[in-house]
Nanobody
Framework: QVRLVESGGGLVQAGGSLRLSCVASGDFSGYLTGWFRQAPGSEREFVAAITYSGSRTYYADSVKDRFAISRDNAENTVYLQMNKLNFEDTAIYYC???????????????WGQGTQVTVSS
């Protein structure tokens, strides 16, 4: 069993930055970790993912070159650095642990409760 807790969301102006954190408890080893987001009235969409070793990262086209995912396995924590935020990035952001392929929500076994990110124009 893995428990995930996200933090770091909030209100930010367009063009600003936020860093989300996802702290895991339980047997986290070997899992791919992903970030997804869901805006009101929209389906949950893939944002970014990172392998357990940290050797491979994956990004949605909409966030590539603006977001960066990283992890610190000693702290059981995965980060999502979000830069140049725009209004379309407003959503609840979820951390999840699962398997490949990284962009498919059904491949993730464990989910956090989410953290709200609101970008004001």
């Amino acid at each position: 069993q893995v428990r995930l807790v996200e933090s770091g969301g909030g209100l930010v102006q367009a063009g600003g930055s936020l860093r989300l954190s996802c702290v895991a408890s339980g047997d986290f080893s070997g899992y791919l970790t992903g970030w997804f987001r869901q805006a009101p009235g929209s389906e949950r969409e893939f944002v970014a993912a990172i392998t357990y070793s940290g050797s491979r990262t994956y990004y949605a086209d909409s966030v590539k070159d603006r977001f960066a995912i990283s992890r610190d396995n000693a702290e059981n924590t995965v980060y999502l650095q979000m830069n140049k935020l725009n209004f379309e990035d407003t959503a609840i952001y979820y951390c999840a642990a699962g398997r490949h392929p990284p962009d498919r929500p059904y491949r993730y076994d464990y989910w956090g409760q989410g953290t709200q990110v609101t970008v004001s124009s």
